[in-house]
């Protein structure tokens, strides 16, 4: 495949100039090489950032926010919906910065944008999510009850290379909403879009100092930010959400955990066929399958396997891998040389080992250095990698099954619970099945953008997949500290000393009868 004459651009000076966006004190720096896997050369640099300046970038947010958070909600979404329009004006530097430091399909990096956008519009329009609640009081009318949601005050998103913008924003913009100050860290590969959109949302009328951006390594820097932050948000792997819990945990900061997933797909028996092909299609190879909710394990029935398999190969055969700024391109390259070789050894392991690669299993050098065909297996059994870990990457097994309950035993088995999805032409039986799946949301009859675009409704993992929410008002309380205030009407809820124990249990019984009655 050729490659298109059009290739995304971005000028040195101006990502120069972005660089000087993240927070440093005094003083030289490294600085960090920022590759565009497109071609393997080098794309620009941004600062190492250290220890110290991590703390001077909470400091910085923490003093900003107090202004940040007495203003009303109101005045706080008109920032962020300007923020929205001036993104989406510059939507076309974006998917540059996108498919250069990410290497993804410009369509992939449309989709991306949009989802920014609509966090900036649902939690923009959110004002009542965070307006004092009135609750049940102890004593009803004599004990008047609400609930305030503060800002916590700092909060930290740690973000990985995948989905660089809206991993970091759209989590960033129902915290600044809050009222917090915010500190993105932004993976080490992709920090440009993140350092474009926080000159943006300065832009858009954020203070200067409320969000801050740190670039460089995630272990020299996390230690710092979750000890002095008071809420993390973190997505990344098992093995790293697992340190940030730790460091959160020693310093009793609270945290969301955004992690991986080995995702299944069911394919039941009274399934239309080609929607579940278009279905492993479109969820399957979006951002050349490095998607944390794709599909890598498909369950098709029996009856359906060979004919499912054929059309899929042949689907997956159909698709275009590339790397130019057109919008017809269907898959781009892999992310970096690390992420082709855990994706090479997946296939490899599989190979070896006894799997049938239907289609794909090759590196394309001759589109990109980290370019790599989108794959199919089958055959693939337990003593392979590919069966329990997550590839992140265009692969996916398909494996026949003999009924509905084997399918859901075997998506189930597996220590993750991020996503899944079923194809069954009965919606009833798709929900029925979806409520007996170990997974934080599930898609009927579509891999996962119903769930994931639905932005009222709570997206996380079960199992190792994660701690907490994004999306829906969980996704932005869990930004807030939430105070219960009452009002005793009555004075304190105590005995006069000269009333007898007795007299004052019979009246503290004669409330709780009355509360069960009415
Ligand atoms: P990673 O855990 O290696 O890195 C993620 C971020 O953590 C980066 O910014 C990195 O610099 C930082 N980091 C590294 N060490 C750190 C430390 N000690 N303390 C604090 N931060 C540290 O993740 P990755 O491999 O780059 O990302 C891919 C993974 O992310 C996959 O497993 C994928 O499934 C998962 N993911 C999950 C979701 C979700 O919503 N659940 C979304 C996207 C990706």
Redesign the pocket.
Known sequence: MARPDTEPRADDERLDRLATVATRGDGDRDRLVVEAPFTGDPLGTVPACTAADADLAVRRARTAHHEWADRSFEERAAVVERFGDLLWDAREEFLDLLQLEGGKARRTGFEELLDVVSHCEYYGDAGDLLAPERREGAFGLLSPTRVNYHPRGVVTI??????PLT?SVSDAIPALLAGNGVVL????HTPFVALRAVELLREAGLPPDVCQVVTG???E???S??AGSDYVG????????R??AE?AGRNLVPCSL????KNPMLVLEDADLGTAVRGAIAGCFPNAGQ??VAPERTYVHDSLYETFVDRLVVATEALTLGSGSDLDTDVGSLASGEQLERVRAHVEDAREKGATVRTGGQHRPDVGPYAFEPTVLTDVTPEMDCFRE?T?GPVVAVYPVGSTREAIERANDTDYG?NACVFTESHDRGRAVAERLDAGTVSVNDPYITTLGATDAP???MKQ??LGR?HGPEGIRKYTDQQTVAVSRVGPVAPPSWVPGEWYTTALSAVVKLRRRF
């Open positions: 740690v973000s990985p290379w995948n989905y991993l860290k932004p993976d080490e390594d995630g272990a820097l996390g230690e930010l979750v973190f997505t990344g792997s098992v093995e790293t959400g340190l940030v460091q955004e992690l991986g997933g998607l944390c997550e992140f991020l997206m996380g993992g997949s994660g994004r």
